[in-house]
C-alpha cells in the first residue's frame, strides 16, 4: 500500500484556552484508499489526543463528520485523499457557532427541524390491527428522495441565506417539510404552513442552488423549495377564490 | 451537582431507545423522560442497518414459520417463550412504523414489500430500498418530536447507574458542551445503548459502539448473557469494514472463491441450484457463511488484497436497474470504498465483526434483575437471537423489546408515588463523579488510549474470532486482564472540560475492556461448537451441557465468574440445523 504524506491545516479552538480560533499543522503519511477522516484518526490517535471533532459510521449515512474541506462543505468520510492536493484546509462546518476544534453548536438547526412539525399527521387514526396504508410504488416515489435527508448539516454551510443568520429556516428542514407535505398518508401541509411559508420559510430561499450541489445524499433540497414555493403560491390564490376552503 | 428530577430516564437514543420513548409518552403523557444520549440520536448506529426487519407478512407464512428459523438459526439457544412473543408482536410493530411514516418499498398493488434473509423459509424481510435502518431511525426520531413529555439530553454521556437500596434510580453523565457531571433522579433506567463491536479490530459498527450500557449494568451487578455469542457478517467490505447487506443475496447475488466456484455448495448448503433458493448457499445463516470463508481460506482458495483475503459477491446478474432499485446504497458503498461497479465487477468481500448476540440478562419484558432497570435493542440479552441471530430480526427485536421496556417501566414510574431522597443519590453520584476525576488526575503512566485499544482488538481477533481454541482463549483471557490492569496508567492529555474526546475516549475504552473480558472468559467456558462460538477443541454441540445460557458476573480486576441458566425450551426440541438441500 503506498503512502503519500499530507500537510494538515486543522483549525483549533478550545475556549477554555482560545480568545480566537487558529490553525495547526500536522503532516500525516496516509495510505492510497483513506479518507480524509481516516487522516483525522491517524492526528488523533498519534499526534495529538486533543482534537476534538464528531465522527462514527465511516459509511456516509450518520452525518457527524461534516468539516469544510479545503473550502468546501464535506462529509470526511467520503472524501478521499487520492483526490486530494497535498496540502488540506480542515476546518468546522461554516456558518454555525464553533463548540470547540471542528465540533459545531447544532441547537440552532435541531430547533429548526423540530419546527416543522416532520411527522406524518394522518387523516385519521388507524389501529395497528387494520393494517397498512396502501401506498404504490409511484406514490412512494413522489417524497422518497426528500427521506433521504441524513442531517449532515453541509447545505445549511453552504447556504448564503442561512449565513446572514436572520433565522432561515433552511434547506434540511423544509425539504423534509416537503417530504411529509408529498406523502400520500399525510395531511398535515396545512399546519406545516405556518412554518415552511413564513417570512424565514421558503420565501427568503434566493435559490442560489448550493444547498443542492454539496448534498452527499442527492436529496435537492433547492428542488424541494421551489416546488414548496409553487404548491404555496397556489394555496394563496385558492384561497383568494374560495376562502375558507378546506385545505 | 446539578440534579433533574424525571420519572424515566432512556439512556441511548437510537432505534430501542428511541421506540422506549414513545411508548412511554403514549402510555402515560404526564410522565416525563429524560432522553440521554453521547450523539444527537440520528447518529445511532441504527442508522447503518441495510437490509430490513423482519415480520410475518404473507399469506402462505406464518408465525410458526418465524418461530422456527429463529429457533434453529440460534442453535437452539434462543428462550422459546420470547421468541413466540416476538415473532407475534412483530408485524404489529412493523405495521406501526407503517403508521408513523417508514417509508417501506412497496409491490406493485401498494402493500409493504417483504424480502428473503439468510436462514429465512419463507421472504418476510420488510425493506426500505437497502437503508432500512435509516429509515427506521429517522422516522422514530422525527415521530419522537411530536411529544412533549420526551426531553432530550444530546450528547450527554451517561457514566454510571446509580443504585441506591438496590434499585437503580438515576445516572450520571457528562454534558459533552460543559464537561459538568449531571445527575438524573427516575423511577426507572431503561438502558439502550447498542452493542459492543469495536472490542473487535475489523467491524461494521460505527465508533461509538462501544459497549457503554452493558458496561454500566454489568457493574452495578447486572450478568452479562451469552457474551461468548459474537455474529460475523459474511460480507463486509475489505479495509473499512462497511456492511454490504444480506439483502444482496436475498435479491440474488452469489459468493464465489478465487476459481469463480460457489464453494458454499462444499458446506453442507448446496446443491447450488435452482437459485435463488431459501434457506440455501448463500441464503444459509450468516455463522455457517462465515465459517465456511474461513474454511476456504485455509484451503487457500481466497483471493488475496492489501486488506485481507476475500472472496467475490457477485451481484451482475441482477443487471442495473434492480441493482439501483433494491440495492442503490450497496452499489455506491462499493463504487466509493473499493473502486468497484456491483453493475460490472463482483464486489470483495470479508466476514466482519457485526452483532453482539449476548448482553444485559434481561427477562421477556426487558427487565433486569435489578428493580427499577430495563434494558433493550443490541445491549440486551432477552434472548431471542440465541447462538446466532437470523438476519432483519434485529430491527425488528428493537421494537418490539424497545416499546415493551418503555411500557415496562411507565408501570414502575406510575407505581413508584416517590423519588428517592436527594442526598442518597447524590452519594452514588459524587462516586461517579470521583471516578472521571480520577482519570484527570492519572500522571505519567504512560499507557495511551489508542495503543491498549490496538491490543485489545488484536487479542480479541486472534483469540476470540471466528474459530476458537482453549488455548487461544487462555491467552485472550491473559492478556485482557493485562490490559485491564494497564488502563489505569491511562494518561490523559486533554484536560479541557469542552467536548473532550479523550477523556471519553478513555471512559468507552474502559467499557470494552470490562466487556471484552466477559466475551473471552465465557467463551472459555463453553466447551463446545454452538451457532457463532466455534470451538476447535470442541467441535460438537452439547447439549447436555451448554444447552443453557451464560451468566458473567462482574468481579473487577478478577476475571468475571460465569453461571449458567437453563434455555427455555416450549415447543421445539434441540435438532440438526438443516440447510441447503432439494427444498424450494
Not at chain 2, 470494552?512 to 462460538?533: F, P
Amino acid at each position: 500500500m503506498s503512502l503519500r504524506t499530507f500537510e494538515l491545516e486543522i483549525m483549533r479552538y478550545d475556549p477554555d484556552k482560545d480568545s480566537e480560533p487558529r490553525f495547526e499543522t500536522f503532516s500525516v503519511p496516509c495510505e492510497e484508499d483513506w479518507v480524509v477522516l481516516d487522516a483525522v484518526n491517524y492526528v488523533k490517535d498519534n499526534l495529538d489526543r486533543t482534537l476534538s471533532y464528531r465522527w462514527s459510521c465511516h459509511m456516509a449515512v450518520c452525518g457527524s463528520c461534516g468539516m469544510m474541506i479545503n473550502g468546501e462543505p464535506s462529509l470526511s468520510c467520503k472524501t478521499f485523499m487520492r483526490h486530494m492536493p497535498d496540502k488540506i484546509r480542515i476546518e468546522p462546518l461554516a456558518n454555525f457557532p464553533i463548540e470547540r476544534d471542528l465540533v459545531v453548536v447544532m441547537d440552532d438547526f435541531m430547533d429548526k427541524l423540530a419546527s416543522v412539525k416532520p411527522y406524518l399527521v394522518a387523516k385519521e387514526k388507524k389501529a395497528v390491527e387494520d393494517g397498512s396504508y396502501l401506498q404504490s410504488p409511484a406514490q412512494l416515489k413522489k417524497f422518497k428522495q426528500y427521506t433521504l435527508c441524513i442531517n449532515c448539516t453541509l447545505c445549511y454551510s453552504a447556504c448564503p441565506q442561512y449565513a446572514l443568520g436572520e433565522g432561515f429556516v433552511g434547506p434540511a428542514a423544509l425539504a423534509l417539510a416537503h417530504r411529509y407535505n408529498l406523502d400520500s398518508r399525510d395531511v398535515g401541509r396545512s399546519a406545516r404552513a405556518d412554518v415552511v411559508a413564513s417570512n424565514e420559510g421558503i420565501w427568503e430561499c434566493s435559490f442560489v442552488g448550493a444547498c443542492s450541489e454539496v448534498c452527499p445524499e442527492h436529496v435537492d433540497p433547492a428542488g424541494a423549495i421551489q416546488q414548496t414555493k409553487i404548491a404555496s403560491t397556489l394555496d394563496y390564490f385558492k384561497d383568494l377564490i374560495t376562502p375558507g376552503r378546506d385545505k | 451537582m446539578e440534579m433533574t428530577t424525571t420519572d424515566i430516564v432512556i439512556v441511548g437514543a437510537g432505534g430501542a431507545g428511541l421506540r422506549a420513548a414513545i411508548a412511554i409518552a403514549e402510555s402515560n403523557p404526564d410522565l416525563k423522560i429524560a432522553l440521554l444520549s453521547k450523539v444527537y440520536p440520528m447518529r445511532s448506529h441504527t442508522v447503518a442497518a441495510e437490509g430490513g426487519a423482519a415480520g410475518v407478512a404473507k399469506d402462505e407464512d406464518s408465525l410458526d414459520n418465524h418461530f422456527n428459523d429463529t429457533v434453529s438459526g440460534g442453535d437452539w439457544l434462543c428462550d422459546q417463550d420470547a421468541v413466540d412473543l416476538f415473532v407475534e408482536q412483530a408485524p404489529k410493530e412493523l405495521t406501526q412504523m407503517e403508521h408513523w411514516g417508514c417509508p417501506w418499498s412497496r409491490t406493485s398493488d401498494g402493500k409493504v414489500a417483504v424480502r428473503p434473509f439468510g436462514g429465512m423459509k419463507i421472504e418476510r424481510t420488510w425493506y426500505a430500498a437497502d437503508k432500512t435502518g435509516f429509515h427506521m431511525l429517522h422516522t422514530l426520531f422525527q415521530t419522537s418530536m411530536q411529544y412533549p413529555s420526551i426531553e432530550r439530553y444530546d450528547e450527554y454521556y451517561t457514566t454510571d447507574l446509580l443504585m441506591v437500596d438496590g434499585a437503580c434510580r438515576g445516572v450520571a453523565a457528562i454534558e459533552m458542551r460543559t464537561g459538568q457531571m449531571r445527575l438524573f433522579r427516575a423511577k426507572a433506567v431503561i438502558i439502550c445503548t447498542g452493542g459492543a463491536g469495536r472490542v473487535f479490530p475489523f467491524t461494521t459498527n460505527g465508533a461509538i459502539k462501544t459497549g457503554d450500557g452493558m458496561a454500566m449494568a454489568y457493574r452495578a451487578g447486572v450478568a452479562l448473557k451469552d457474551m461468548e455469542f459474537v455474529q460475523y457478517h459474511p460480507t463486509g467490505l475489505p479495509g473499512t469494514g462497511i456492511l454490504i447487506t444480506e439483502g444482496s443475496r436475498g435479491e440474488g447475488g452469489i459468493l464465489v472463491n478465487n476459481d469463480g466456484y460457489r464453494y458454499l455448495q462444499d458446506y453442507n448448503l448446496g446443491p447450488p441450484d435452482p437459485w435463488p433458493r431459501k434457506k440455501a448457499m448463500e441464503l444459509g445463516p450468516r455463522d455457517r457463511l462465515s465459517q465456511a470463508f474461513w474454511h476456504e481460506q485455509k484451503k487457500g482458495r481466497t483471493i488475496s488484497t492489501p486488506h485481507g483475503d476475500v472472496v467475490h459477491l457477485d451481484l451482475r446478474h441482477l443487471g442495473e436497474k434492480k441493482i439501483n432499485e433494491r440495492l442503490p446504497m450497496v452499489r455506491d458503498l462499493a463504487i466509493s470504498y473499493v473502486g468497484v461497479d456491483p453493475v460490472k465487477e463482483p464486489i470483495p468481500v470479508r466476514p466482519v465483526v457485526h452483532y453482539t448476540m449476548g448482553g444485559i440478562d434481561t427477562d421477556i419484558d426487558a427487565k433486569t434483575a435489578v428493580p427499577g432497570l430495563f434494558a433493550a435493542g443490541e445491549c440486551a440479552c432477552v434472548s431471542i437471537n440465541g447462538a446466532n441471530r437470523l438476519g432483519s430480526n434485529s430491527l425488528t427485536e428493537l421494537l418490539v423489546f424497545g416499546s415493551r421496556a418503555g411500557r415496562g417501566a411507565a408501570e414502575v414510574a406510575m407505581a413508584e408515588s416517590t423519588h428517592v431522597d436527594e442526598s442518597a443519590i447524590e452519594k452514588a453520584a459524587e462516586e461517579a463523579r470521583a471516578k472521571v476525576t480520577g482519570l484527570f488526575q492519572n500522571v505519567g503512566g504512560g499507557e495511551t488510549i489508542s495503543g491498549l485499544r490496538k491490543d485489545m482488538n488484536s487479542t480479541m481477533e486472534e483469540g476470540a474470532g471466528i474459530y476458537r481454541t482453549e488455548e487461544s482463549l487462555k491467552d485472550t483471557c491473559v492478556t485482557m486482564k493485562e490490559i485491564h490492569a494497564r488502563f489505569a496508567n491511562i494518561d490523559l492529555e486533554d484536560k479541557s472540560n469542552v467536548y473532550n474526546t479523550d477523556l471519553l475516549q478513555a471512559l468507552e475504552l474502559g467499557a470494552m475492556i470490562d466487556v471484552a473480558r466477559a466475551m473471552a472468559v465465557s467463551a472459555l467456558n463453553r466447551q463446545e461448537s454452538r451457532g457463532s462460538h466455534q470451538r476447535l477443541d470442541f467441535v460438537e454441540r452439547d447439549d447436555e451441557k451448554f444447552l443453557r445460557h451464560s451468566l458473567a458476573s462482574y468481579a473487577g480486576a478478577d476475571d468475571p465468574g460465569v453461571d449458567y441458566r437453563d434455555v427455555v425450551i416450549t415447543r421445539s426440541q434441540p435438532a440438526e440445523r438443516v440447510y441447503g438441500g432439494d427444498q424450494k
